[in-house]
T-cell receptor, first 118, second 113 residues
Framework: DTGVSQDPRHKITKRGQNVTFRCDPI?????LYWYRQTLGQGPEFLTY????????KSRLLSDRFSAERPKGSFSTLEIQRTEQGDSAMYLC????????????????FGPGTRLTVL | AQSVTQLDSQVPVFEEAPVELRCNYS??????LFWYVQYPNQGLQLLLK??????LVKGINGFEAEFNKSQTSFHLRKPSVHISDTAEYFC???????????FGGGTRLMVKP
C-alpha cells in the first residue's frame, strides 16, 4: 500500500502564472477529493470525483480553478492566473465507497502541495 | 449544513498527563465523525473514526474518543501523553453520503517535558 502521493510537494510561483498539481490516490480507491488548507485553519473542501466524474464543487472553487480525473485514477488541479490569496496547502485524499460501512468513505490524505504565490 | 467547533485552539500539557481535546458538531442528518492528526509539514493521518455501534472508539497511538449524540460532541482523550504527541489535531464530520469532510479549526496540542 503506497498511500496517496502528491506532486510537487512545494511550488513557488509569481502572481498571474498558472500552476498544476497532481494527485495519485490509493490504487483501488474510486473517490478522490481536493481540499485547501490555509495557515492555522482546518482543511476546506474544494471538489471530489467518483471515478472520472466530478460530482461536487465548493463555492471556493472559482472559475480560475479546474480539476480533472480523466481515467478515474490520478487527478490534476490547475489554478490559472494565480493570486496571492491562493497561497495555501492543497491536500488530496482518496476513499473507497460502496464496500460496506467500515470501508465507506474513510478518507486517506496525501502529504499536500504547498503553494506560495509571490 | 454541517459545522464543527473545536473549542480550544491550543492545549498545553505536561508529558504523562491526561488530555482531552474537545469537539462539537452540528448537523441535521446522521454523521460520521473523525479525528485526524497533522504533524508539521505533513498531511493528515487518521487517528480514529465513528461510523456506528459503540460510542467509545479506540484509535492509534493510545487515543480514544466518545460519541455523545445528545451533546453533539466527539471529544478526543488520551490518559498519558508523550512529547511525540505534539501536533495539530482536527475533528471532522461527514454526511451520510460521505462525499466531503467538514473540519474544525484544529487544536494544537503542545506537550511539555
Amino acid at each position: 500500500d503506497t498511500g496517496v502521493s502528491q506532486d510537487p510537494r512545494h511550488k513557488i510561483t509569481k502572481r498571474g502564472q498558472n500552476v498544476t498539481f497532481r494527485c495519485d490516490p490509493i490504487s483501488e480507491h474510486n473517490r478522490l477529493y481536493w481540499y485547501r488548507q490555509t495557515l492555522g485553519q482546518g482543511p476546506e473542501f474544494l471538489t471530489y470525483f467518483q471515478n472520472e466524474a466530478q460530482l461536487e464543487k465548493s463555492r471556493l472553487l472559482s472559475d480560475r480553478f479546474s480539476a480533472e480525473r480523466p481515467k478515474g485514477s490520478f487527478s490534476t488541479l490547475e489554478i490559472q492566473r494565480t493570486e496571492q490569496g491562493d497561497s495555501a496547502m492543497y491536500l488530496c485524499a482518496s476513499s473507497l465507497a460502496g464496500r460496506g460501512l467500515q470501508n465507506t468513505d474513510t478518507q486517506y490524505f496525501g502529504p499536500g502541495t504547498r503553494l506560495t504565490v509571490l | 449544513a454541517q459545522s464543527v467547533t473545536q473549542l480550544d485552539s491550543q492545549v498545553p500539557v505536561f508529558e504523562e498527563a491526561p488530555v482531552e481535546l474537545r469537539c462539537n458538531y452540528s448537523s441535521s442528518v446522521s454523521v460520521y465523525l473523525f479525528w485526524y492528526v497533522q504533524y508539521p509539514n505533513q498531511g493528515l493521518q487518521l487517528l480514529l473514526k465513528y461510523l456506528s455501534g459503540s460510542t467509545l472508539v479506540k484509535g492509534i497511538n493510545g487515543f480514544e474518543a466518545e460519541f455523545n449524540k445528545s451533546q453533539t460532541s466527539f471529544h478526543l482523550r488520551k490518559p498519558s501523553v508523550h512529547i511525540s504527541d505534539t501536533a495539530e489535531y482536527f475533528c471532522a464530520v461527514s454526511n451520510n453520503a460521505g462525499n466531503m469532510l467538514t473540519f474544525g479549526g484544529g487544536t494544537r496540542l503542545m506537550v511539555k517535558p
